[in-house]
């Protein structure tokens, strides 16, 4: 090997950063494989064969986070392949994924992460390296620093409105509030005592996750422990996957001089840590009976057990040194070779698209799943954000007002019963451009004729026997295949719970 290659091999391929910014990447990488395991079925072919190219390469990055860490090759793989799995996720045209029944058709919250988090890693690293050329400073201590704080924006700034967009009236409507999902826990769970949790409320929740991000900047070390214990009930009614993320990016509060408690408590610890995740294995197995694989379930409890555990010892060493440095402030670890342009500006971003739902630009993405927002023309519940900041003139949504499915003499007939995956029925509602493609798609594909009426931006229309008239199939081609606003969404009234 020339040295030329040698020296760009090393480059590539060496550990950057400090242990703080290795041990987020790993944990990271360890969240995304938490969602490829989601995916997984009992028959591994046919888990190769049902899912495309994109999705296997983005197992493949996940695990090079995972086992590699903050090295510029596995960063560099991950960010290509996120960007690119994002991309196709988005594309309404190539969205619609089936793994035995198990559908990855909808957007989540932390699909955004997975893109932002090594690609903000790759940009540390980078000033880093241009620092050290330019002021001589330590590279990997710059892009340590930096990076570390860009993972306390991401988290405060992320779980600050999680909490934020579920104040609004349908959240706090239990008739119709997403908070009904947390039934799944006594339904899925066979634990002593877990009947608790049907008493939960709204306001219970809202409050839980504000308290997070306050906790972290007031005092760093319980805010993690906190944040830990809070996404817990979360991770066990389905999304691990966001969890992981968020527990990911929370420990960007660790100091360096952490690494000299946490790795020689693992060192101790390990063999302990092995005994309670052998145990913990059988039963887990016998009290979940859920519906999604249970693999990754249990694997969210036994790295979350260990990141628990290192916590507890970090916080009663600090204890032990000096009980007032539990109160330190947000910055605290930060030290002044952090670049504050590259948090400043991530604060900026963050900031501009968790507002995008209610300025109309989009919804997906924007840390509000599950919160059961409404933001657009046809209905406006937050209690704090006026309607008066939605720019657009009109939403993207199509408001369906009348159907008549007929059959080929243009008589009237029964809805078909078809399911999502072959398309869906077109009914009363709002729906997305791309979910309305879709539902007329399943249509055409059934031979169901209709007669439909509906606005769009604006205007009204009416087709009668629209899949023979060549003008609504024109409509229809050319409407927006992008997958950035709820499929679908009530007339009016109540919004019901969507993802």
């Not at 579920?166 to 339904?187: G, I, Q, T």
Request: glycine share 8%; proline share 6%.
């Amino acid at each position: 090997m020339t040295p030329r290659r040698r020296i760009a091999s090393h480059w590539l391929l060496a550990k950057r950063g400090g242990w703080r910014m290795d041990c987020i990447v790993r944990l990271y990488g360890w969240a995304t494989v938490q969602h490829t395991l989601q995916a997984q079925v009992v028959d591994p072919l046919i888990y190769l064969r049902s899912i495309p190219l994109d999705y296997h390469l983005f197992s493949v990055a996940s695990l090079l986070l995972l086992v590699f860490g903050c090295r510029i090759a596995s960063l560099a793989a991950a960010t290509g392949t996120f960007a690119w799995f994002l991309a196709n996720v988005i594309d309404g045209s190539r969205a619609r994924w089936e793994v035995s029944g198990y559908f990855l058709s909808f957007i989540a919250d932390e699909f955004l992460l997975y893109l932002v988090v090594p690609g903000l890693a790759l940009v540390c690293i980078a000033a880093g390296a241009r620092r050290e050329r330019t002021a001589g400073a330590y590279a990997d201590a710059v892009a340590d620093d930096t990076f570390a704080a860009c993972c306390r924006v991401l988290v405060v700034g992320g779980m600050a409105f999680a909490a934020l967009h579920k104040m609004n009236e349908d959240f706090f409507d239990p008739a119709v509030s997403c908070m009904s999902l947390h039934a799944r826990l006594a339904r899925w769970w066979d634990v002593p005592g877990i009947e608790i949790t049907e008493g939960v409320r709204a306001v219970h929740v809202v409050l839980v996750e504000a308290l997070s991000p306050a906790v972290l900047l007031v005092s760093p070390v319980v805010g993690m422990l906190y944040t830990l214990a809070m996404l817990q009930p979360f991770a066990h009614i389905g999304p691990g996957a966001f969890a992981g993320t968020v527990i990911a990016t929370s420990l960007g509060f660790l100091r360096a001089e952490d690494e000299r408690v946490v790795r020689p408590f693992l060192r101790r610890a390990w063999p302990w840590l092995a005994a309670a995740w052998i145990v913990l294995l059988p039963l887990s197995w016998r009290a979940y009976r859920g519906e999604l694989p249970w693999l990754p379930f249990f694997t969210f409890d036994a790295v979350a057990l260990g990141v628990a555990a290192s916590l507890v010892a970090l916080l009663v060493s600090r204890l032990r040194e000096d009980g007032r440095s539990l109160l330190r402030g947000p910055l605290s670890g930060i030290g002044a070779s952090c670049l504050a342009a590259i948090p400043l500006a991530v604060a900026v971003l963050l900031l501009v698209n968790n507002m995008t739902p209610y300025l109309g630009a989009k919804y997906r993405l924007s840390f509000a799943m599950l919160s059961n927002l409404r933001a657009d023309s046809g209905r406006w519940n937050h209690w704090i954000f006026p309607r008066w900041l939605h720019l657009p003139a009109h939403d993207p949504f199509l408001r369906v007002t009348e159907v008549r499915i007929t059959d080929r003499e243009g008589r009237l007939r029964p809805p078909p019963r078809r399911e999502v995956r072959d398309g869906g029925v077109l009914t009363v509602g709002t729906f997305a451009p791309y979910s309305f493609a879709r539902r007329v798609d399943g249509h055409r594909r059934g031979g169901d004729e209709f007669d439909v009426s509906f606005t769009y931006r604006g205007a009204p229309y009416r087709f009668e026997r629209a899949l023979s008239d060549d003008a609504f199939g024109a409509f229809v081609d050319a409407l927006p295949a992008r997958r950035l606003f709820q499929a679908k969404l009530s007339l009016d009234g109540p919004q019901r719970c969507v993802h």
